[in-house]
Structures are given as structure tokens and as C-alpha cells.
């Protein structure tokens, strides 16, 4: 497990510095499947599953996992799959 994937979400202010996009490339090489968009300044990640039960048992678990965090992704949900993005609103 990369050392990303073991940090907890810490909640931003106006006043912390961006991560520079070369860094933001480095720290997403141990994230497979994660695509930054350094534009807008999200992460997002398509997730793929056999059916809809299962699609909505990962989401339900992201809601869980990402309301202990307060960090709120995007959620775009469809019968097999579920984009999910990550951006600051800071």
C-alpha cells in the first residue's frame, strides 16, 4: 500500500499552498488508476463493477468512508461504474 493511500484527509484553507503538478504526478504514480486534472485541480478514477448491486454497494461504502473523512467526492453513478472526483473547495 503506497503511503497516500495510509494518510487521513486534512481540511485545507485559502492559505495552504497548491501541491506543485509535477509532485501531484509523483504522489498519483501510487494511486493506480487515478488521473489528475491539474486545470480544474481534481483527482477522479473510474471504478468498474459486474452489476448494479455491487456498483451501489462501493458507493455506499465510499459514502461511509468519505463522510468519517468530511472530504465529499463527486460521485457520477451508472449501472456499472462510478467516477468518482476529489477536488478542495478551499
Known amino acids: 500500500m ?11 484553507t485559502a492559505d495552504t499552498p497548491r501541491v ?3 509532485e501531484v504526478n509523483r504522489m498519483l504514480t501510487t494511486l493506480p488508476g487515478y488521473k489528475a486534472d491539474l486545470l480544474v485541480g481534481s483527482i477522479s478514477k473510474v ?11 462501493f458507493v ?11 472530504h465529499h467526492p463527486e460521485l457520477a453513478v451508472s449501472y ?11
Do not use: G, W
Not at 503506497?2 to 485545507?12: H, M, Y
Not at 471504478?47 to 454497494?57: G, L, N, P, S, V
Not at 455506499?60 to 468530511?70: P, R, T, V
Open 2 to 12: 503506497s503511503d497516500l493511500a495510509t494518510k487521513r484527509c486534512a481540511a485545507c
Open 60 to 70: 455506499n461504502a465510499l459514502a461511509y468512508i468519505a463522510h468519517a473523512e468530511d
Open 80 to 90: 456499472n461504474r462510478c467516477a468518482v472526483t476529489y477536488s478542495t473547495q478551499a
Open 47 to 57: 471504478y468498474e463493477f459486474d452489476d448494479f448491486y455491487e456498483t451501489m454497494a
Open 20 to 22: 506543485a503538478p509535477d
